[in-house]
């Protein structure tokens, strides 16, 4: 199976997924107005973004940055061509995605039993109970009003209660979303602990399990370690990527760090490699003053967007525009 999604990797596109709106702003204090979330996702669509996970479906009262969930999400499905996601912590949620039309729904729980209770109060072996009736209520939908069911594994790579997480464990729940019904699974380095090495280890064995389901990445580069694990995704097969614009999204246990992996730097890493991901780098980059004049106390990451791109730079579209 390995080989498999490795040749696939050579022909096929490599998809980047936009989760600052969620990840990135979810632990910033000020508010980012509604108008604001719209014309970040309407630019960055625009810029060739096919999936943006807009919000988040949980009570206003626990993160005020998603009291507009509902607006975000009605806003997000009038923009062509864009898959709308959002997370979901529970069937409450679901409910809430569906009755909205969302595309996607990504659930999500902790492989680390710590960080799970901590999280939403129960262990990991409740969170698949809970996930199971969530996707029996996704695929009792009629088609064409179901949404795909996404099945995330945090703290799958390291845990910060608990230090380093069993690859076993992450290899279990995996099989278990996958054996409930999830569409796509994405892995999640939520702290910001994982290694190369690690990477391709956790990878290898959970590509190895669930054969055909897309197993996306999410990676944070909290220790400076995002791109370069990123590489080592890629050498495994990994073909679906998280990233925030400007890095938003620090970690509330690591001040002043990063958050998410950079979506500009990541996607002049796949550019400059020869990757096609449908994105326009210049197009991309506009779309931070987006954030920096709706937020001008956020901190914005990124070695691109500083350095500005190689002289003489030819991204993969213009080399493709120049072939056809
Ligand atoms: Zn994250």
Redesign the pocket.
């Known amino acids: 199976m390995l080989e498999h999604n490795q040749e696939k990797n050579m022909s096929q596109k490599i998809t980047l997924r936009e ?1 600052g709106l969620r ?1 990135g702003l979810q632990i910033h204090p000020t508010f980012m107005p509604t108008a604001d979330k719209l014309a970040w996702i309407a630019a960055e669509a625009a810029a060739g973004m096919s999936e943006i996970e807009v919000t988040s479906y949980v009570p206003p009262k626990l993160i005020p940055q998603f009291a507009d969930a509902e607006q975000v999400t009605l806003g997000a499905l009038k923009v062509p061509n864009l898959i709308v996601a959002a997370l979901i912590p529970n069937m409450r949620g679901a409910q809430r995605g569906i009755e909205l039309g969302v595309h996607k729904l990504n659930f999500v729980m902790s492989v680390s039993e710590t960080h799970n209770m901590k999280n939403v109060r129960r262990p990991p072996e409740d969170s698949v109970t809970d996930f199971k009736a969530i996707v029996e209520l996704v695929k009792s939908q009629p088609e064409g009003k179901r949404p795909i069911i996404v099945g995330g594994l ?1 703290t799958a790579l390291g845990c910060s209660y608990e230090g380093r997480v069993a690859v076993s464990q992450v290899v279990k729940y995996a099989k278990q979303l996958v054996e409930a019904g999830a569409d796509e699974l994405v892995v ?1 380095d ?1 702290v910001g602990y994982a290694d190369p090495n690690q990477v391709r280890e956790v990878f290898k064995a959970v590509l190895s399990e669930v054969g055909p389901v897309i197993v996306g990445a ?1 990676f ?1 580069d909290t220790r400076g370690t995002g791109l370069a694990n990123v590489s080592a995704a890629l050498d495994c097969g990994v073909t679906h990527f ?1 990233a925030s614009l400007a890095g938003l ?1 620090g970690c509330p246990f690591a001040p002043g760090a990063s ?2 992996i950079v979506m500009e730097d990541l996607l002049f890493m796949l550019d400059s490699m020869g990757l096609e991901t449908g994105v326009d780098i210049e197009k991309l980059i506009e779309v931070r003053k987006i954030i920096s004049r709706s937020l001008p106390d956020i901190a914005m990451q990124g070695g691109l967007a500083k350095a500005g791109l190689p002289r003489n730079y030819v991204s993969v579209a213009q080399r493709l525009a120049a072939a056809a």
């Open positions: 989760v990840d945090s999640a939520t999410h944070h998280d999204g958050g998410n």
